[in-house]
């Protein structure tokens, strides 16, 4: 193993590091508080590194020209916040529909509308998921620090050549901006993952194939390989189709293929959880108050546990329907009024009685406010 480099970093730092540092070539994006560093740091480093940054002229352009350069077969990036998240879906979609490669990182603030640009909220969590019409699954993923921030975008670029997907990265305002010891792993010492090109000659390659493994491998445009993309439903070549059965097989391999696939793409991390009576569930940067909530309720003899989420979609509804068997009650802080909470409730809320602790006011929540909960259900 290579020398591990510290570093002081913020998470919107980290990320943009990472994102070089998994093989990303190219950004495109468009100043947004809290996530313009990203972009800032990546005008630096990505021509340094033969790759290039475009400031768009606005968020729908951007998620557009990421799509494009994944088609291209150059890894890409685009970050952004609130309004401008809102902004990408449609493409967003487009980008699921067509089974393209590319990562978002938004960097949650409160809102709605310009709400509040410079503080924190957990408020897009739902959006996250089901910002988009139709039926298609979507990974999500959310750091809960900066190294968490640097290891999970490298990690969403690998989800996202894997599975052939967008993926997004949920930060919220106190993750990208606070600055923390990172030691960044040396590059060669990272797992990269590339996406699976054609083995087949051109003529026998069906880019949107439904036999197999649900997985397809992917050309860049240019390499001989000619075929159709289009967000219009498609048979196996990628022409747009009418046919019943085709589309049916095409949703179907579309929404399984993450399901399939839930055990490598799933995450959560779990604290003091084998003999507790009380849990925690939480993301993100509250779960950092979460932790030192545990260790504050456990000096005072009371058995809480965490379970942290670090892939929020696809939701770990296994993981936390075993832990609300197990405990009481399932406190769960965030700062938003309950849109994770409410699929904590859809999948533990006949097993445990789920207690909400929320924040709204652009502040943080306070380990104060949650071990208040944890002793009033002790």
Same mark, same amino acid.
């Given at each position: 193993?290579?020398?591990?480099?510290?570093?002081?970093?913020?998470?919107?730092?980290?990320?943009?590091?990472?994102?070089?540092?998994?093989?990303? =070539?190219?950004?495109?994006?468009?100043?947004?508080?809290?996530?313009?560093?990203?972009?800032?740091?990546?005008?630096?480093?990505? *021509?340094?590194?033969?790759?290039? $940054?475009?400031?768009?002229?606005?968020?729908?352009?951007?998620?557009?020209?990421?799509?494009?350069?994944? #088609?291209?077969?150059?890894?890409?990036?685009?970050?952004?916040?609130?309004?401008?998240?809102?902004?990408?879906?449609?493409?967003?979609?487009?980008?699921?529909?067509?089974?393209? *490669?590319?990562?978002?990182?938004?960097?949650?603030?409160?809102?709605?509308?310009?709400? %509040?640009?410079?503080?924190?909220?957990?408020?897009? $969590?739902?959006?996250?998921?089901?910002?988009?019409?139709?039926?298609?699954?979507?990974?999500?993923?959310?750091?809960?620090?900066?190294?968490?921030?640097?290891?999970?975008?490298? =990690?969403? $670029?690998?989800?996202?050549?894997?599975?052939?997907?967008?993926?997004?990265?949920? #930060?919220?305002?106190?993750?990208?901006?606070?600055?923390?010891? %990172?030691?960044?792993?040396?590059?060669?010492?990272?797992?990269?993952?590339?996406?699976?090109?054609?083995?087949?000659?051109?003529?026998?390659?069906?880019?949107?194939?439904?036999?197999?493994?649900?997985?397809?491998?992917?050309?860049?445009?240019?390499?001989?390989?000619?075929?159709?993309?289009?967000?219009?439903?498609?048979?196996?070549?990628?022409?747009?189709?009418?046919?019943?059965?085709?589309?049916?097989?095409?949703?179907?391999?579309?929404?399984?293929?993450?399901?399939?696939?839930?055990?490598?793409?799933?995450?959560?991390?779990?604290?003091?959880?084998?003999?507790?009576?009380?849990?925690?569930?939480?993301?993100?940067?509250?779960?950092?108050?979460?932790?030192?909530?545990?260790?504050?309720?456990?000096?005072?003899?009371?058995?809480?546990?965490?379970?942290?989420?670090?892939?929020?979609?696809? $939701?770990?509804?296994?993981?936390?329907?075993?832990?609300?068997?197990?405990?009481?009650?399932?406190? %769960?802080?965030?700062?938003? #009024?309950?849109?994770?909470?409410?699929?904590?409730?859809? %999948?533990?809320?006949?097993?445990?009685?789920?207690?909400?602790?929320?924040?709204?006011?652009?502040?943080?929540?306070? *380990?104060?406010?949650?071990?208040?909960?944890?002793?009033?259900?002790?």
């Amino acid at each position: 193993m290579a020398e591990r480099k510290a570093q002081m970093l913020s998470g919107n730092e980290a990320c943009a590091l990472a994102a070089v540092a998994a093989g990303c =070539r190219f950004f495109a994006g468009y100043p947004i508080t809290p996530s313009s560093e990203i972009g800032e740091v990546l005008s630096y480093l990505l *021509p340094r590194n033969g790759g290039r $940054f475009i400031q768009m002229e606005d968020e729908i352009a951007s998620m557009g020209a990421i799509i494009g350069a994944s #088609l291209c077969g150059v890894k890409s990036l685009t970050a952004t916040s609130g309004p401008g998240f809102s902004l990408k879906q449609e493409n967003i979609g487009y980008a699921a529909m067509a089974e393209i *490669p590319c990562v978002i990182v938004n960097v949650m603030r409160g809102g709605p509308s310009t709400g %509040v640009p410079t503080q924190p909220a957990q408020a897009d $969590f739902q959006q996250a998921r089901w910002g988009r019409h139709g039926d298609h699954p979507i990974i999500v993923i959310a750091p809960a620090t900066v190294t968490g921030a640097y290891e999970l975008t490298v =990690r969403a $670029f690998n989800l996202s050549e894997k599975y052939r997907t967008p993926v997004v990265l949920l #930060l919220d305002e106190v993750v990208g901006h606070m600055r923390e010891k %990172v030691e960044i792993t040396a590059p060669e010492d990272l797992e990269v993952v590339n996406r699976e090109k054609p083995g087949m000659p051109p003529e026998e390659y069906l880019p949107y194939s439904h036999s197999g493994t649900d997985l397809n491998p992917m050309p860049a445009f240019g390499d001989g390989y000619r075929y159709h993309v289009t967000g219009l439903a498609h048979d196996e070549t990628g022409f747009p189709t009418n046919n019943t059965r085709e589309i049916d097989l095409q949703y179907r391999r579309l929404n399984r293929k993450l399901h399939r696939y839930r055990d490598d793409i799933l995450q959560v991390r779990k604290m003091e959880t084998d003999d507790a009576r009380i849990g925690i569930v939480a993301y993100g940067s509250t779960a950092r108050t979460a932790r030192h909530t545990v260790k504050a309720a456990r000096s005072e003899g009371i058995p809480v546990g965490l379970l942290q989420p670090v892939t929020v979609w696809p $939701f770990p509804d296994e993981e936390i329907r075993d832990f609300g068997k197990q405990v009481s009650h399932l406190i %769960v802080p965030e700062m938003s #009024l309950g849109q994770f909470a409410r699929e904590v409730e859809r %999948v533990a809320g006949c097993h445990a009685e789920i207690v909400r602790v929320n924040r709204v006011d652009g502040e943080p929540i306070t *380990p104060k406010e949650i071990i208040t909960a944890v002793r009033e259900v002790a």
